[in-house]
């Protein structure tokens, strides 16, 4: 099944122009979501908006608000944000490369797979990913994606190509001033060697298909067991059940109508499934 697009646009190296899409490079339905139910009646619970002293506030009151001191704010309208907002433009321009074990893990923030947007592009996507992945080295480049420009670095993996945005140095907190406190006078070198003993006789290639997540399947496990228990909750106001519809009935008040003779019976309908409606 074809992977859906997330982006679309061009990748460009100087001169360069290369048709490419860019997919997620997770699994959504891998995460486990709950949703807060009253435990008598098994209704969804919703959120109300209030504030102190004056209650519920409507969406037209509301404002987004920047807190400049403890309690203090700068208020700011949507279209004053919105003004503020980068014209979307479809295109990776990859200003400089550098070692990818240059780049702190710190920095990485979302994956993405980029991938050529038709076969005319393939063979520039290929040209890239191999050079990339000879030289050892990340393109850095910026993306605006829904009105923010986004750091991002684009490196080889496997057959293709990585994207990921990355953090800027701002969003980054200083290592030096959180461990400032922690000691620095010199410990006993027999204790270092027996770590040091410790990590080599454990020391392997990563393979992180031996990491389960035992939480998440016990989880799994438990929603199932209830399911074919029976236990499901319904929320009658998103699963209203369509009314069975008698023809045999409806025939014989068309007829005590309409003077005509019945038809040949047929069959109960069954009822209609109720329609599904797409989650926010």
Request: proline share 4%; hydrophobic share 35%.
């Amino acid at each position: 099944m074809a992977e859906r697009s997330f982006w679309k646009g061009q990748l460009r190296l100087s001169l360069v122009t290369i048709p490419v899409r860019m997919v997620s490079a997770t699994n959504a339905d891998a995460e486990i979501h709950f949703h807060q139910l009253d435990r008598s009646s098994k209704k969804r619970i919703r959120y109300v908006k209030t504030a102190p002293g004056v209650g519920e506030v409507a969406n037209e009151n509301i404002v987004k608000g920047f807190e400049v001191e403890p309690g203090k704010y700068v208020t700011l309208e949507d279209d004053e944000i919105d003004s503020l907002k980068l014209e979307t433009r479809h295109t990776i321009e990859l200003t400089e490369f550098v070692e990818v074990c240059e780049i702190d893990p710190l920095y990485f923030d979302r994956p993405y797979y980029l991938l050529p947007d038709g076969e005319v592009a393939e063979e520039g996507y290929r040209v890239i990913r191999d050079a990339l992945r000879d030289e050892k080295k990340a393109g850095i480049g910026q993306l605006t994606l829904r009105g923010k420009e986004n750091l991002v670095a684009l490196k080889c993996s496997g057959d293709g190509l990585l994207l990921e945005t990355m953090r800027y140095e701002s969003e980054i907190k200083e290592a030096d001033d959180v461990f400032s406190k922690i000691g620095k006078s010199k410990l006993r070198g027999d204790l270092v060697d027996m770590a040091r003993e410790l990590i080599a006789k454990r020391s392997t290639h990563f393979e992180p298909a031996k990491f389960k997540n035992h939480y998440a399947h016990a989880l799994r496990e438990l929603v199932q067991a209830k399911l074919k228990n029976g236990k499901v909750t319904v929320d009658e106001e998103k699963h209203e059940k369509a009314p069975v519809i008698d023809f045999m009935e409806a025939l014989r008040n068309s007829v005590s109508k309409g003077g005509k003779k019945p038809a040949a019976a047929k069959p109960k309908a069954a009822a209609k499934a109720p329609t599904k409606r797409k989650r926010a």
